[in-house]
């Protein structure tokens, strides 16, 4: 069955340093998004993507991040200089984008751990 | 704006039956559904319900929708040990396309043996 894949399952990074976190969407998906979930919290959207640009996006999305689709497959999310705050687990997502329905796989996830 | 709420506890013992609840606030949700994280885990998808659909049965599962209250509900029957996770539901509207999903807190699911 196809799944989306994440990478690196955790991420260890010093405060004010940049992270790249890694995603291949499910194939024939179009639509691909970012989520959080901050330890003990709600999961949170953060943007969505479609057609090589941003179709919406959270205010917790602000100018330390940004999403790219560098290839064929993958699609990343960057932050730039991190926080402690930023510290969470990451999910990726893709969905066909069909009209009429969303239904959005998910990876495993990646933790990030900001020191 | 839309806002997704549950229970944050349940505990079941083996054998019985769970019902998870959830209620929503967007009255235009189109789409509702469950999701599954275990421990360490990812997102995996269990279920859902278009909002035409009063009821959906899928082996175990059963989804319960009641539009005009906003209320969603998941019965898990013959509850394992297997089935301890912590389940969200999630809402979204796709009149357009890429609209993202609204989720709940979660609802942690104990099994007792």
């Known amino acids: 069955e196809p799944e989306v894949t994440q990478t690196p399952s955790h991420q260890v990074t010093q405060m004010g340093q940049e992270v790249i976190l890694r995603c291949v969407p499910i194939s024939n998906h179009l639509y691909f998004y970012w989520y959080r979930q901050i330890l003990g919290q709600k999961v949170e959207f953060l943007v969505s993507?479609?057609?090589?640009?941003?179709?919406?996006k959270s205010e917790i999305f602000d100018d330390q991040f940004s999403v790219e689709r560098p290839d064929g497959s993958n699609f990343t999310l960057k932050i730039r200089s991190t926080k402690l705050e930023d510290s969470a687990m990451y999910f990726c997502?893709?969905?066909?984008?069909?009209?009429?329905?969303?239904?959005?796989?998910f990876g495993a996830g990646t933790r990030l751990s900001v020191l | 704006g839309e806002d997704v709420e549950q229970s944050l506890f349940l505990s079941v013992r083996e054998g019985d039956s769970s019902v998870i609840n959830c209620t929503y606030t967007d009255s235009s949700s189109t789409y509702l559904y469950w999701y599954k994280q275990e421990p360490g885990a990812g997102l995996q998808l269990l279920t859902y319900i278009f909002s035409n659909m009063d009821m959906k049965q899928d082996q175990r599962l059963t989804v319960l929708l009641n539009k005009k209250d906003k209320h969603l509900s998941l019965r898990i029957a013959d509850t394992q040990t297997g089935d301890s996770a912590i389940y969200f539901c999630?809402?979204?509207?796709?009149?357009?396309?890429?609209?993202?999903?609204?989720f709940g807190p979660g609802t942690r699911l104990s099994v007792l043996p």
């Open positions: 999630a809402e979204s509207n796709p009149d357009n396309y890429g609209q993202n999903f609204v």
């Open positions: 993507f479609y057609n090589n640009e941003i179709s919406e």
């Open positions: 997502a893709s969905s066909e984008a069909k009209l009429g329905t969303n239904i959005q796989y």
